[in-house]
C-alpha cells in the first residue's frame, strides 16, 4: 500500500451529475425503468481478476478468463462497455521442480501494454490516504479502466480474508468508482463479477446517499442498477471480514452515515461476509449455467432462499477457435461473423468431414508442436507429437473437485488405453499458491507416471498453464477429459475451447456441459467414484475407436457442435446479459 497523511481536498472529488437521478425518477413514474446504454453510460463490469496476457494481465483461472471473453464480445457487438479492474503490477509463474510446482514471480509494467495514465485518485485507508493511478486503455465500443499503484501487490496474493486483500477490493471498488468520474462515464448498469467487487456498488449507494437522495431511494436506485453475478455454489466456504478491518478501510470512505449505519447493521457476531451485501445491493443476480444457478445455495439477511437467473458463461470465439477452424465454421455459415450460431446451422454442420476434421487437426497439431517448443514437460523434455497420434488432454486449473487424478486410479488401466493406441495424456493446469493437496496429488501422479517405463514416456504435465498452452492443447489434442465432481464446477469454459476445437469430450454431466444433453457427449457418470472411473475409462476407450472411423467421428463432432455451439458462443451469453438487464 501507498501511503499519505491525509488530506481532505483531494479526497472530496465534486460529485455534480454524476448519476441520472431525475431519468431515474421519470422513469420510476411512469413505472418504467429503462436502462439505456449510450457511450457516456456504458455497461459497466467490476471483476477483481481479468486473464488478459496480451494487454499484460494474467488471471488465476475462469472467473478472468470469463471477463476478458466478455470484454472482447461487447467490442464485436459494438456494446458501450467499461471494464475496471486492477493492473497488478507483479505477477506469478510456476514451474516444476523434482515433482513439485513452485512459484516464481515477475514484474510487470503497465505502460508496456498501452495503459494511457489518466490521473490520480485517492481512498482512505485508516487514517491516510493512499493515491490510486488510473490507467486505461480503450478498444472499439469499450475499455478497460484499471486501478494500480507500484505496491498493489499480486492478484490473490495473502490470505482471503487478510487485510491487504481487503484493501484491493476496496481500491477497485472506491478507486475504480471515482476513475469513472474522473474520466466522464456514469454507469447504465454495474455487473459486479463476484463479491470481491461490492464495494463499487456501495460507492455508488454513498455517493447518491451522501449528495441529497432519500437513503432507501439511494438504495432502491442502486439495487435496481446492479447485477451480483456468482460463481461460487456454497456461501459457507466464503471468507469472512471483521468490523475492525472495516473500520481501517471502508468505513472511512462511506460519506454518509445512513449508509454506513446500513452497512454496519449487516454484520454477526463482528463479521461480514461479502455476499450477503452483495445481495441486498443488487437487485438483479445470476448464476454462470442453468445448473448453477439453480443449486448456488445462498441465501439472504432475512435468511431466504436466493433466486439466480442461468445466464451460461460463453467464450470468444474469435480468440479461441484455430483460426482455419474459425473461418471454415463462417464460410459454411456455421456461425456468423459475430459469433452466433446461424439459423441454419444444424443442417451446414454436414460439411464437416472426417476429411476436414482431420485436416483441421493437423494443422492444430502443429500448433501445438509450435508452443511446446518452449514448454517443456515435467522431466524438462520438450515434446514434439506426430500428425496421426492420439492425445487426450486435462488442462484446467488443478482444483480438488476438478479431479485431475481420476484417470490414475489405476495406472495399468491407463498404460493399456495409451499402449493400445499409441496415445499420449498431456496435462497442463495451474495448482494454486499454497493448495497443498493439490501439491501434493500431483506430486504422487508424477510418481505413479515416472515408475512406469511406458507412461514415463507417454503422460506429460506442462507447468504454467496460460491462455497460449489452452489454445494449442484444444486445437492440436483430440481427445478431452473433463470430470468434476457433478454439482461443483459452476461453468467451466475450458471444455468449451475443447469442442469448438473438435475434440470427442468426454465429461461428467456438471457446469455448462449440462445445459446441453448427456447423449451429446461421452458421458460418465456411476453411483460412486469407483464406478465414475471404471466409466471414465471405458469411455477413453470408446473415444479412441471414434477417432479410428471416419463415420462415427463426424457424426460425434455433429451433435457436441449442434447440441453445444449455442452454449459455448460468447454473443450469445452477451445477448442473454443485455436482454436481462435492458429488457424493451
Ligand atoms: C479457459 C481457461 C481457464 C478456464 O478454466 P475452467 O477450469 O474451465 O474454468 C483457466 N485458465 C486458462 C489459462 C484458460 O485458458
New binding site residues.
Given amino acids: 500500500m501507498n501511503n499519505e497523511s491525509q488530506d481532505a481536498e483531494y479526497f472530496y472529488h465534486p460529485l455534480e451529475n454524476i448519476e441520472d437521478v431525475d431519468i431515474f425518477y421519470e422513469a420510476v413514474e411512469r413505472g418504467k425503468l429503462t436502462k439505456a446504454v449510450s457511450k457516456e453510460r456504458p455497461y459497466t463490469y467490476w471483476t477483481i481478476e481479468i ?1 488478459d496476457q496480451a494487454n499484460g494481465i494474467r ?1 488465476g ?2 472467473l478472468g ?1 470469463l471477463a476478458a471473453d466478455t470484454r472482447r464480445v461487447a467490442e464485436k457487438l459494438g456494446v458501450p462497455f467499461a471494464l475496471i479492474t486492477p493492473f497488478y503490477p507483479s505477477e506469478t509463474h510456476q514451474k516444476v521442480e523434482n515433482g513439485v510446482v513452485v512459484d516464481e514471480h515477475r514484474n510487470v509494467d503497465y505502460k508496456q501494454f498501452g495503459f494511457k495514465f489518466v490521473d490520480q485518485v485517492h481512498i482512505k485507508c485508516g487514517n491516510d490516504l493512499c493515491k490510486l493511478d488510473v490507467v486505461q486503455k480503450e478498444f472499439g465500443s469499450t475499455r478497460i479502466i484499471a486501478i494500480t499503484e507500484p505496491n498493489f501487490g499480486e492478484l490473490y496474493s495473502g490470505l482471503s480474508w487478510g487485510d491487504h486483500r481487503l484493501y484491493q477490493e476496496v481500491a477497485l471498488g472506491f478507486g475504480g468508482y471515482a476513475a469513472l468520474k474522473l474520466i466522464g462515464l456514469k454507469p447504465a448498469i454495474m455487473q459486479l463479477n463476484e463479491v470481491a467487487t461490492f464495494f463499487a456498488a456501495l460507492a455508488r449507494l454513498d455517493e447518491l446517499a451522501s449528495n441529497g437522495m432519500d437513503f432507501y431511494e439511494a438504495v432502491v436506485y442502486t439495487r435496481k442498477h446492479t447485477l451480483y453475478t456468482n460463481h461460487t455454489l456454497v456461501q459457507a466456504a466464503e471468507a469472512e471480514f471483521t468490523h475492525e478491518q472495516f473500520e481501517r478501510y471502508v468505513f472511512p470512505n462511506i460519506k454518509s452515515l445512513a449508509v454506513k449505519k446500513w452497512l454496519s447493521d449487516k454484520f454477526t457476531d463482528n463479521r461480514i461476509k461479502l455476499s450477503s451485501v452483495t445481495i441486498e445491493i443488487a437487485e438483479m443476480r445470476s448464476g454462470v449455467s442453468k445448473l448453477h444457478a439453480r443449486i448456488a445455495n445462498y441465501r439472504d439477511i432475512a435468511g431466504n432462499k436466493v433466486k439466480f437467473k442461468a445466464v451460461t458463461n460463453g467464450i470468444d470465439m474469435d480468440y479461441w477457435v484455430l483460426p482455419e477452424i474459425l473461418k471454415f465454421m463462417e464460410n459454411s455459415e456455421i456461425i456468423d461473423a459475430k459469433g452466433y450460431p446461424t439459423v441454419n446451422y444444424v443442417e451446414n454442420l454436414e460439411l464437416f468431414t472426417a476429411e476436414k476434421i482431420r485436416e483441421f487437426k493437423k494443422q492444430g497439431r502443429r500448433l501445438l508442436n509450435e508452443i511446446l517448443k518452449k514448454r517443456p514437460d515435467q522431466n524438462g523434455k520438450i515434446l514434439k507429437f506426430g500428425e496421426d497420434e492420439l492425445i487426450y488432454d486435462f488442462r ?2 488443478f482444483a480438488d473437485y ?1 479431479r485431475p487424478e481420476l484417470a490414475f486410479h489405476d495406472p495399468g488401466r491407463l498404460r493399456n488405453i495409451l499402449e493400445s493406441h499409441g496415445a499420449h495424456y498431456i496435462m497442463a493446469g ?1 495448482v494454486h499458491a499454497g493448495d497443498q493437496t493439490m501439491q501434493e496429488k500431483l506430486r504422487k501422479m508424477l510418481e505413479i507416471v515416472d515408475r512406469d517405463d511406458y507412461l514415463r514416456g507417454h503422460v506429460h504435465y506442462i507447468s504454467d ?3 497460449e ?3 494449442a492443447l484444444s486445437a492440436g489434442c483430440n481427445i478431452t477429459v473433463n470430470v468434476p465432481i457433478v454439482g461443483l464446477e459452476a ?5 468449451m ?1 475443447d469442442v469448438a476445437n473438435l475434440n470427442v469430450m468426454i465429461s461428467t454431466h456438471d457446469g455448462g456441459v449440462a445445459d446441453g444433453s448427456m447423449n451429446a457427449y461421452l458421458n460418465v457418470s456411476g453411483k460412486d467414484e469407483g464406478e465414475e472411473v471404471d466409466m471414465l475409462y471405458q469411455r477413453m476407450e470408446e473415444a479412441a475407436a471414434i477417432w479410428d472411423s471416419d463415420f462415427d467421428l463426424e457424426y460425434t463432432m455433429r451433435e457436441q457442435l449442434k447440441e453445444f455451439l449455442p452454449v459455448i458462443s460468447g454473443a450469445r451469453m452477451m445477448q442473454d446479459y443485455l436482454d436481462y438487464l435492458f429488457p424493451v
Fill in positions: 486473464y488471471g483461472g475462469g478468463i484446467r486449473r476438478k495451474r498453464y496460460d491462455e498452452m489452452a489454445l461453468c467451466g469454459t475450458s471444455w475451447k
